[in-house]
């Protein structure tokens, strides 16, 4: 893959072209990484053989069979099942919240025990170490980012291998209810992947990625805070935040950029690449890209039926994941609104973590006002 003069594509019809194209492929790590390991002279065969059964890396057939497989276990009539309990991993949040009532941090507050509350209820997934599990996806996520040191490298090889290491031995264990079983079960009575330890790679990419879903919402509470209190009043509304579920990713999902390789030479409107170079998608613009969207500002986000949009993806990597990001989301922002009409982000407070392809906040200060405070 080459890294230099990186075309850019903020036009949506030119986003989506790119992405249905199938000599466009997603970046194969296993090519880049055998180089790296044979110039630094460094063991990267785990994380080659990881990234081998990672869907975001793969393309062709045993991609497209593992997609097939998921379709069931992530579906919204498998997941009604866990409707209640993500239900409860919300509630959870909020009476600590509530209790808490001072000094709350967007993210250690609300984002990672949203996280950590579906990892464990809705996948049913019990890491080892909570904090170090947390450091592990942080560090894991890095694994998709174009251009990494060997020293980093090494560091998402050891966290992949923790991560995957408890995924399996939880695995070879008797079955217990949770997603993690539903998706264990499908991927083994299929042909690929084989053994417990590549199906739990499998798995570890589907976890670490339902990050984006609570990433996703301390953008949604960021912007909030952003509308007047009488209009994030509808932010309340169970029914309303339903309907507006597509906008609020169209505008608030975390992901910036999708990355994508051609496999041949290949010309898309005004972007031509030559065989094996890089194109970068950036999803922000093409989500308010003027000439597709009527709405292109969040405040407008309820105005007309709900846009079509790229914060899922499109083509054969859109996202497995849509229907349990939509559970949490549409259960969870309604509650929050409810008790908490005047939760604020301190302007200024909000950092974010190192990332070329994503925008995940770091820490943020959440204030929560009341009608003494003079809420707008
Ligand atoms: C609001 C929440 C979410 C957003 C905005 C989101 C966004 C995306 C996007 C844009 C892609 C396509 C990447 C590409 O084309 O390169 C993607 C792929 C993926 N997502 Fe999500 N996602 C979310 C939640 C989830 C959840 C909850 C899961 C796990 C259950 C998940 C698992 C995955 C996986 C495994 C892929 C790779 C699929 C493939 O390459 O075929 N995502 N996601």
Known sequence: MQHTDRPYIRSYQTAQKCLAKPSMLAPSLSTYLTQVQRSANVNLAPLIAYTEQMLSFMSGSMHKEIKKQLVAPLGSENLSKYEKVTGNVGNKVLVALSEK???????????EPLFLGIVQQVFGFVPGNLATFLRDVDISLKVAEPVQSVKTLLKIQDALTRIIGDITAQL???NKPGLLYDIYNTLR???QPHSTEQIAATIAILLIASRTTSETISHIVIKNSELSVSIRK?????EWVSTHFQSFVRFCASTEFLTRVASAEIKVDDVTLKADEAVFIHVPSTNRDQRHHRSCEYAQLDEGAPERHLAFGAGVHRCPGQY????????????????FPAIFIEPGSVKFKSSLLARRVSSARVVLLGAENGIR
């Open 101 to 111: 009532k001072a000094d709350i941090d967007l993210v250690t507050d609300i984002e």
């Open 172 to 174: 070879n264990l008797p």
């Open 189 to 191: 009575s299929g042909t």
């Open 324 to 339: 349990l990001a939509q559970q949490l989301i549409v259960s969870f922002i309604p509650k929050l609104y409810a008790q």
């Open 234 to 238: 509808k932010f309340s509304n169970p």
